[in-house]
């Protein structure tokens, strides 16, 4: 077979997806006639203004928030980083304490890093084997100048759903201010602010079909913040610069787009990755799950094979087109194991042979039996080169 006749399959939905058709469809006229700034009071900016508007209560509604309480960033990052370092610096008057997780995406560890140096406090709340946040080690680690709390609602790296709604009301009872890293929650699970009773939540484009460099912040109303960029008053002077209108059109078409089809997308994703790990799991031996089955975004699957370099599976799967990632996308090429799976306690040698395979919405079944039958292959042929396996 030559390269041009074969399948080529992308679990790597997790690292980004494709733009939706519908999405672009939406896009493309905001990059040629209507192409105005929506700072203007002509014509040219007026209908931007409202294009932007309604983009922005489309993305509302996604979430049961109100319209002036969300901001459009620059992507998940840039509103992680708006959350917290410009909640730090806005109530430092009040406290220097803040509580993550350990597992968290590198915009919120980096953040609290930088933060650590400006003289902040951070508190990194452990993980259990499958990755879960305990509620009570929350309780314990709040202190009278604790001023926020961060904790993912899904993790990127091995799907699981922490308890966002149990760990928001605590610190809410505390009378500290909650943000959750919603990006790989968007459009798999249900993200409602007023039922998870947070005060900021993070959205990017590019996880949801979306376009690549464009999120979005929930504020709640009243909350203490600072810009993070400074320049023109857009945004409400939360987020100077010139509104990216095409991408904000996009991603709130890609967020009306999930949203909806949210519920038959989630059975489509736990059947593919259900069967995909009964098939896999029977046709290879020593094959172990990071994570857990049930409480997990229901296109994430972590597993690790025993023995065998989690790069080295990358790479012969890539040569028969299939595509998918260790850990996470950012930390590929590094050869330091997992933050997330270290947190878990996996074992450096198992987490070294991790493998993250994230399905998406044009996956298929066929998809599925593709990797099923070339996979088992390309582990033994791998194992039989481990000295680190005993062959049985
Ligand atoms: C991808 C990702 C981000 C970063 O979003 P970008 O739009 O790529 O900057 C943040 N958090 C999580 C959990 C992610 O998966």
Not at 143 to 159: F, H, P, Q, W
């Amino acid at each position: 077979m030559n390269d041009s006749q074969m399948r080529r399959v992308y679990l790597d939905h997790n690292a980004t997806t494709p733009v939706h058709p519908e999405v672009l469809g939406a896009m493309l006229p905001y990059y040629k006639e209507k192409f105005g700034n929506a700072s203007s009071i002509h014509g040219f900016g007026k209908e931007i203004k409202v294009a932007l508007e309604e983009s922005r209560e489309k993305v509302a509604k996604s979430i049961n928030a109100t319209s002036n309480e969300i901001y459009f960033t620059g992507g998940g990052t840039e509103s992680d980083n708006l959350a917290i370092k410009g909640t730090a610096f806005a109530n430092r008057k009040k406290g220097k304490h803040i509580i993550t997780s350990k597992i968290e995406h590198h915009a919120i560890l980096e953040s609290c890093k930088f933060l650590e140096k400006e003289g902040f406090e951070i508190a990194y709340l452990p993980v259990d084997k499958s990755g879960f946040v305990d509620p009570d080690d929350l309780k314990k680690a709040l202190r009278k100048d604790t001023i926020l709390v961060s904790i993912m609602y899904a993790n990127n790296e091995v799907g699981t759903i922490e308890p966002v709604e149990e760990l928001a009301k605590i610190a809410k009872d505390n009378g500290v201010y909650f943000h959750t890293d919603a990006v790989q929650a968007m459009g798999k699970i249900p993200a409602d602010v007023q039922k998870l009773n947070v005060d900021m939540l993070s959205v990017s484009g590019h996880k949801i079909y979306g376009p690549k460099g464009v999120g979005a912040i929930y504020i709640r109303k009243g909350t203490r913040i600072i810009p993070w960029s400074h320049g023109g008053s857009h945004e409400r002077s939360r987020r100077a610069g010139t509104e990216n209108v095409p991408g904000i059109v996009g991603l709130a078409k890609a967020l009306e787009i999930v949203h909806k089809e949210m519920e038959e997308q989630s059975k489509h994703l736990r059947n593919l990755t259900e069967t995909f790990y009964r098939k896999l799991t029977q046709a290879i031996p020593d094959v172990f799950l990071n994570g857990h089955l049930e409480k997990r975004i229901p296109n994430t699957l972590s597993l690790s094979f025993k023995a065998v370099e989690g790069e080295s599976i990358i790479l012969s799967l890539d040569l028969k087109g299939v595509a998918v990632s260790t850990g996470s996308a950012c930390a590929s090429g590094s050869l330091e194991p997992s933050h997330v799976l270290s947190a878990m306690g996996i074992a450096p040698e198992l987490a070294q042979a991790a493998i993250r395979f994230s399905f998406g919405r044009d996956n298929t079944m066929e998809d599925v039996d593709y990797v099923v039958k070339i996979l088992p292959e390309i582990v033994s042929r791998l194992r039989s080169m481990s000295p680190l396996y005993a062959n049985k």
